[in-house]
């Protein structure tokens, strides 16, 4: 059974900090792993997609990579700024379920 | 890209009654899917919504608690049955084009039952 883990559970930093969020899953059989921001009562913002033949992905200050047999991704945060504050969430499209499963999160809050 | 949006945005509902979440997508998509997101949680799926058949439940949801319907490739409901405080969370719908595609999430219903 696929299970997805995401360390540290809570992060604060001072703005300006370049971070670095983990995720680790215990089965290497994905099609890809997509990082998602929440900001508090709201839905999830797609960040980012790696197909799980790619390394990894940019957009903007954030860089996500991926490696598939170790079963990990971290998610790189440049210069973070107080609007980053949100909870990072990490899922893995598995082969053999045809969905989306979920780590725990890390919720980040960056302070002026 | 797909822009999800949900009605109504929260709502405070009575134990033992029933609540309708609809689910809209602006086009057509082959996968849709209801999850759960109880309070400080992480989101737990519910169903797979098929369109025109039955949904397709996980562990420990069933259909006569939370029915789903989806009449076309653009549209969802998810009805809460007989609502109690357990029952208070955040709903969100979410959808994709396909196994291995970029999954999208609507905002997301806020329920709270007294």
């Known amino acids: 059974k696929q299970e997805v883990t995401q360390i540290p559970a809570a992060l604060s930093v001072p703005e300006g900090e370049n971070l670095v969020l983990n995720c680790s899953f215990t089965?290497?059989?994905?099609?890809?792993l997509q990082w998602f921001r929440q900001d508090p009562g709201k839905g999830l913002t797609s960040l980012l997609l790696i197909q799980s033949s790619q390394r990894e992905q940019t957009s903007g200050r954030l860089n996500a990579s991926l490696d598939k047999s170790s079963g990990r991704s971290t998610l790189y945060i440049a210069a973070s700024q107080p609007g980053d504050s949100a909870t990072y969430l990490c899922?893995?499209?598995?082969?053999?379920?045809?969905?989306?499963?979920f780590g725990t999160g890390t919720r980040l809050q960056v302070f002026p | 890209s797909a822009v999800i949006s949900q009605k109504p945005s929260r709502d405070i509902c009575q134990r033992g009654t029933s609540l309708t979440i609809q689910c809209q997508v602006d086009?057509?998509?082959?996968?849709m899917f209801w999850y759960r997101q109880q309070p400080g949680q992480s989101l737990t799926l519910i169903a797979t919504?098929?369109?025109?058949?039955?949904?397709?439940?996980e562990s420990g949801f069933v259909i006569d608690k939370f029915p789903i319907s989806r009449p076309n490739l653009t549209f969802s409901t998810l009805t809460v049955s007989n609502m109690s405080p357990e029952d208070s969370s955040i709903y969100l719908c979410?959808?994709?084009?396909?196994?291995?595609?970029?999954?999208?999430f609507g905002p997301g219903t806020r329920l709270t039952v007294t």
């Open positions: 899922a893995v499209d598995a082969y053999n379920t045809d969905k989306l499963i």
């Open positions: 089965d290497s059989a994905i099609y890809n």
């Open positions: 919504a098929n369109q025109g058949s039955e949904a397709t439940y």
């Open positions: 979410s959808a994709r084009q396909g196994t291995s595609y970029e999954q999208y």
């Open positions: 086009s057509q998509v082959t996968m």
